[in-house]
């Protein structure tokens, strides 16, 4: 354990002493904790290898993160960036001092400790005075935040302090940090910019400045697992209190519903929400419609629900733009991306003979809402040219079922289906699983995009199993007659025709006896009034 001095330079012109002992600790090749406007900064000169190895090992800090390097003075940036792009100039202007960071080539006096190996450099200069004035008085200082890895970003002397202590040479106290979230990180190292960390510059204000601007995928989504990050900081595990956080989507009462029916014991809610929750320990974030107040409290109000002691966390889920880009980025990445929906939406079966009217209730549902997953159209689709399923096709029923195009012979596979029991349920075993697998994943992303319902529409879905992926079930069925009138209308063929393919269907039993709901698709019966129950059960709640 080190022995580590507390500075009190609340006051720049007061504390001058305090401020000069912090930068003499640099100049020295110490490491210091220091406010800047965003999180608080574990601070060593960027130009002294020897002294940033000091900050990786005090955080508990991966080698190849790299730092960010604080500048007092632009002129600074030259000794720091290999070019300066009138991009950033421009960036420098509108926002510095202030919570932006730029990455630029990087000159080769900056040692790769600083740069966690990479041939480019982030700068950023804060436009908190008291680290400005240490700057100024020692040399730019390469600062990641002044955590230990992997928890939240100190916000308030008392962070620090029980983070630091120990670890760094000195801590400075400058009270509450204005922002309250790290810097947002831009690269104009590739051709087009692209956002890395949301932060107190908001996107909005980037691209007024610099027209187009990409985000990267992990600002808002969990690192696939091979992907390469962009930003090394993407791919570590961060802000995560010892809380198990869930974010759930929904507003208050639906939030509150949700809660207050499960075994949590923790919320994290917005200001003034706690009422909702008399038996939860909460932890409030900010108001719900002001995201500058959230970025302030959040990394705090993590640390309180471990203070508190709440093992099991529900969150409220905020708004997405402006400075909520960051939120969310911090937040998401605390709740390891785990999301539920206050309100669970269903997957609905919808079922049924030929003819009986399956085509019209699609129809219907989709018109409230519904997304309507057809699973004729996914078979057709999974089996046309380049598509990797005719391979295993191929595999197993010949490779001249392909022709010299890469198109499938429908009528020779159907024969060759159709030849034995054994052929029919092969080639039922190969298709309905892809089928299913296709289907549920665009329910499943449907309803994540707001659909009220996602429907499988499948003429077999008892025999291919999909039932067992819905919550319910509707069965559409109509006479006979009906059903024969309409398929000869409908496919163009004879009354004979029509009669012989119904005849080798279900009766309308075995639909009706395995779904919760039936719906007569004929007059004088009406559609709408038929799904009335289902509507009122399972739609109600989310339309
Ligand atoms: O607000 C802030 O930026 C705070 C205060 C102290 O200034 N600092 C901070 O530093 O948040 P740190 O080290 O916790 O985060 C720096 C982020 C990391 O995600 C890192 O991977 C990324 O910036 N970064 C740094 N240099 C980079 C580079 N050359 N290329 C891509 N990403 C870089
Ligand atoms: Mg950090």
Redesign the pocket.
Known sequence: MKSTLVLKTFDTNNDIKDIETAAEILRNGGIVA?P?E?????AADAFDSEAVKKIFEAKG?PQD????V?ISDFEQIYSIAREVPEKAKALADAFWPG?L?I?LP?KAEIPSET??G?D???V?M?SHEIARKIISLSCPLA?????ISGFP?PTSFDHVEADMTGRADAICNGGDCD?G???T?I?L?TEIPVL??P?GVTLEQLKSILGEVKVADAVLNPMKKDEK??????KYKHYSPKAQIQIVRGNLKEFADFVNSSDCDGVLCFEGEEEYFPEKITVTFGKEDDSLSQAQRLFDALRELDEKGAKNVFSRSPAENGVGLAVCNRLYRAAAFRFINAVKKPIVGLTGPTGAGKGYVSEYLKKLGCYVSDTDAIAREITMTDSPFLGILARDFGQDIIDENGELKRKLLAERAFETKENQSLLNSLMHPEIIRISVERCNEALEKGAVAAVIDAPLLFEAGADKHCDTVIAVVAPREIRIERIMKRDNITHEQALSRISVQHDDDFYTSKSEFTVRSYEPYKVEDELEGFVQKYLGQVM
């Not at 965003?38 to 574990?42: D, K």
């Not at 600062?143 to 955590?147: D, G, K, L, R």
């Open positions: 220091i800047t965003t999180v608080y900064g574990l800090r993160n790299p730092l960010i604080h919570p960071t990455i990087k740069s966690g990479l480019t450099v982030a950023r804060p600062a990641p935040s002044a955590n970003s922002v979230v790290e810097s990180v690269t190292a890395l960390r932060g990050a962009e930003s090394p900081g993407m």
